[in-house]
């Protein structure tokens, strides 16, 4: 499968711990976006990332988030202290550099739930 | 304002009869992006169909068709001879400044499409 993974598909957390999602872009893709949807609600854009930089992450909350993409391996979101209104679907997409007509990929999502 | 605008929550359509989903949006930028993508029940974001700011001809992907009315500000999608595989989640996103450094997209709520048999 060629297309954007993301593991694990479905995350259970305590309160308090922390959640790292996981996300490999499609091969040859080096832009990642993180979106997260809430019940009912459409996707909402979270952080862009390119190969070892954060281009925007004006979605992403201030406090307990973070973002990376390293130069070898998977991108990752990190978010620590877990509280109940963390609980959401998380996507990871990923496009090719340049071109903004370019549909963006998305990985099937992590499901987190805090309890 | 809401820049991408879905007024219509749940829809439902006959199998094999075609089905318009609304789509408007807001934005000042000349040059934008327009993407449909479906979510079935299953979760994953599958995109069908984009329309350029600057495309002559409205974008056709197989049973996809988008309607793109510029002055209006809306990019309907156009579903043909409906099939029961259709029944999802439908997002309409847009992406302003196609140019530019801005790749983000916008999403609306969503249309949930039921079709029956």
């Known amino acids: 499968n060629a297309g954007v993974m993301q593991n694990p598909r479905h995350l259970v957390r305590r309160r308090g711990q922390e959640a790292r999602l996981r996300c490999s872009p499609v091969?040859?893709?080096?832009?990642v976006y993180w979106y997260r949807q809430l019940p009912e609600e459409g996707l909402k854009f979270m952080v862009y990332?390119?190969?070892?930089?954060?281009?925007?992450e004006s979605g992403m909350p201030k406090e307990r988030f973070s973002a990376e993409f390293p130069k070898e391996g998977p991108s990752i979101l990190r978010i620590q202290q877990v509280v109940r209104g963390d609980s959401a679907a998380y996507f990871c997409?990923?496009?090719?550099?340049?071109?903004?007509?370019?549909?963006?990929?998305f990985g099937d999502g992590t499901r987190l739930s805090i309890l | 304002a809401q820049k991408i605008t879905q007024t219509q929550p749940g829809m439902f359509v006959q199998e094999k009869e075609a089905v318009t989903l609304d789509c408007t949006y807001d934005?000042?930028?000349?040059?934008?992006?327009l993407f449909w993508y479906k979510q079935p029940s299953s979760g994953e974001m599958i995109f069908l169909i984009y329309?350029?700011?600057?495309?002559?001809q409205n974008a056709t992907e197989g049973r996809y068709s988008l309607n793109f009315q510029k002055a209006r500000k809306s990019a309907n999608l156009v579903i043909s001879a409906s099939q029961l595989g259709d029944s999802a989640m439908y997002f309409c996103?847009?992406?302003?400044?196609?140019?530019?450094?801005?790749?983000?997209?916008?999403f609306g709520k969503g249309t949930l499409l039921t079709v029956n048999p």
């Open positions: 997409a990923s496009s090719p550099a340049g071109q903004g007509y370019q549909p963006q990929h």
């Open positions: 091969k040859g893709h080096s832009h």
């Open positions: 990332l390119q190969k070892e930089n954060i281009i925007d």
């Open positions: 934005t000042s930028d000349p040059s934008y992006g």
């Open positions: 329309q350029g700011s600057y495309d002559q």
């Open positions: 996103a847009m992406r302003e400044g196609l140019g530019g450094s801005n790749y983000k997209l916008t």
